[in-house]
């Protein structure tokens, strides 16, 4: 039975990309596509090489922005600009999931690796964006992304979360070890489970999960 364990939560957490939005709208693939382009400009390699550098930077640094500030010293500024130059036209509306996420009791926010600008865009066309009190991107963690401590630390702390008294939905499995070690309550919202004793609780159906939660 899930719904216990949320009761003490009044601080509600949710990742962006593939969470507040399923993964067969498929943006992250377009963002990808943007990514390998602007390092292969930037570095100046073939594509190849940019898309294995994006996969080594996203895994050693958590993303590839990360490794290229690491590595290269690029200014984060642009990049994220370019890289968030997407259609939106596979996303549409979830009225289901817009009233679930406003009848949460207490403070709901948004926290992406992505940019601000670009979580505003996807939650305006979801119908999600008068469901949040906050949105909370990269830039807001000083470029540090998920799954350092220190982009948790920073966003917390701005937005007041109280960690016991929290909880974390993220369709990334390693994204949820920080907030399960601060206290947070951790969803993973992805087609499989995932292994680890940092996961909680694991639903395919957001809009249901919360849906199911006492009011």
């Given amino acids: 039975m899930k719904a216990p364990s949320f009761q003490h939560v009044r601080h509600w957490v949710f990742d962006l990309d593939n969470t507040l939005y399923p993964p067969e709208a498929r943006l992250f693939d377009q963002i990808e596509v943007r990514m390998t382009g602007w390092v292969a400009r930037t570095l100046g390699v073939d ?25 290269h010293g690029a200014d984060p500024d ?14 549409s509306p979830d009225p289901l999931l817009a009233r679930a996420i406003a009848a949460l009791p ?4 948004v926290f992406t690796n992505g940019s601000a600008p670009y979580a505003a865009r996807v939650l305006a066309a979801r119908g999600l964006a008068e469901s949040f009190h906050a949105v909370y991107g990269v830039e807001n963690a000083g470029f540090t992304p998920k799954p350092q401590p220190a982009a948790f630390e920073r966003i ?17 499995p390693r994204n949820l070890m920080v907030p399960h070690a601060m206290g947070l309550t951790t969803v993973l919202v992805a087609p499989t489970q995932a292994e680890g004793d940092h996961i909680h609780h694991h639903t395919t159906d957001l809009a249901a999960f919360l849906s199911d939660l006492p009011a």
């Fill in 47 to 71: 594509r190849a090489e940019a898309d294995r550098l994006r996969r080594h930077y996203w895994q050693t640094h958590g993303t590839t922005l990360a490794g290229l500030m690491a590595e």
């Fill in 78 to 91: 642009p990049y994220l600009v370019d890289v968030h130059e997407i259609t939106l036209d596979h996303l």
């Fill in 106 to 109: 207490g403070r709901r926010i």
């Fill in 156 to 172: 917390f702390a701005a937005a007041k979360v109280e960690p016991h008294a929290a909880a974390m939905f993220e369709d990334d």
